[in-house]
């Protein structure tokens, strides 16, 4: 299995799209730099065959709320992009053949028996979304299927690749390199290499823009925005180039999440961050509010190798769930949202395999008290839980 096979299974699901016969998508697709790259991808790929399309930008796949999407468009394709893989026997439950529905990932996936649902994540096709492979990247691969005339988005895939830090090893690899090369030859982007490791800078819009600072702005305004207008305005900057809007959105979400972040070390260095023989854990509350919940994600990668921070345990945070969902409205539940990361020590004892990765560990811990599960990788995971099972879970 590989390139040829998963292109070849893109190939019968878009088929089949073109047979449905309709001009109307919804897209749901992820609110960090490489989910809002991929939906960069998929909506300019999928305007350009004639489609409308509808964007749904999602922080987690939960029952209610995919039940939710399908309810509301039920007959209307349905593209998911960097979310959906693992919870693909989910949706075709939700969905109940209503819609013809792709899901174009780059994590682990559970496959389904539906005819109706196609799972493209690019791990059942043996490439990497841990290394290889972005969400943006495969988004890119299906975007060529529907026309050769869309190679020209490479540089969204490389800009998804490095918001997933895919070239944490010193360059990207892979599919992710394809594009890279691609994108290069376009003059979207440059390369330098210095030390054995490259960096890479965004030139598409006339001005030089470092990558990993760029794609952590992305993430900014889709995860700490995500209630507030941030991801339309990170895919208008994917598409378009920064622009005021951009800018004042940014420093405004930079400020909130530096002052809240602030806040919460300082807690933290005070004695709130719990310890076991393997976790260090903490919650959050609604004190991240009104940014979205992927932030207790991104403050454990911030926090991961500070000084009081114990560089063998896993680190897990806990943030309340809104009940009230940008564009899908409210819901009648009480959860928490759990994300793991790990310190730089731990990080390399699991790739060394002598440590168990979190693709594995928060999946399993997190269906035994009721949690949901999608879009895990081996140094980022979340879940969502009941509220009341967090020490159960820890």
Known sequence: ?????????????????????????????????????SAAVLEVALSRTGYEVRRIPLERVHPP????????????????????????????????????????DHHLAEETNDPAVFVLSTELFGLSGEREISAATA???????????????????????????????????????????????????????????????????????????????????????????GPDIAVRTLLEGPSGEFEGKLRELETLKRE????????????????????????????????????????????????????????????DMPTEIPGLGRFEWDLVKISMRVPTLLEERIVRKEMPGLAWLLPEAAVRVGGSIDACHDYAAASLIPRGREEELV
């Not at 998963?6 to 749901?28: I, M, N, Q, T």
């Not at 594009?179 to 960096?199: H, I, P, Q, Y």
């Not at 900014?220 to 507030?228: D, F, I, K």
């Not at 070390?265 to 940014?291: C, D, H």
Request: some cysteine; proline content about 2%; overall charge neutral.
């Open 139 to 229: 988004a890119w691969l299906v975007a060529q299927v529907l026309d050769e005339t869309n190679r020209d988005l490479a540089y969204l895939g490389v800009v998804g690749a490095v918001g997933d830090s895919h070239e944490r090893g010193g360059k990207l690899i892979g599919e992710n390199r394809e594009a890279l090369e691609e994108a290069v030859s376009r003059g979207d982007v440059r390369v330098e290499a210095a030390d054995g490791r490259e960096t890479y800078a965004l030139i598409k819009f006339g001005t030089e823009l470092p990558l990993k600072k760029f794609a952590k702005s992305l993430t900014t305004l889709g995860a700490a925005g995500y209630a507030m207008g």
């Open 65 to 104: 709320i995919n039940r939710r999407i399908h309810d509301l468009h039920a007959g209307t394709p349905v593209i998911y992009v960097d979310l959906g893989a693992r919870a693909a026997p989910m949706i075709a439950e939700v969905n109940k053949g209503r819609s013809l529905t792709l899901i174009v």
């Open 260 to 319: 809240r972040f602030e806040l919460m070390i300082a807690k933290l260095r005070r004695g709130a961050l719990k310890k076991t023989n393997y976790i260090q854990w903490f919650s959050v509350g609604e004190g991240f509010a009104p940014m979205g919940v992927k932030m207790v994600g991104e403050f454990c990668m911030e926090i991961r190798d500070m000084d009081f921070v114990d560089p063998e345990k896993y680190i897990a945070g806990f943030q």
């Open 1 to 37: 299995m590989g390139k040829a096979e998963y292109l070849e299974a893109v190939r019968e699901a878009l088929g089949e799209l073109r047979r449905s016969g309709g001009k109307d998508v919804v897209l749901v697709h992820h609110n960090d730099a490489d989910g809002l790259s």
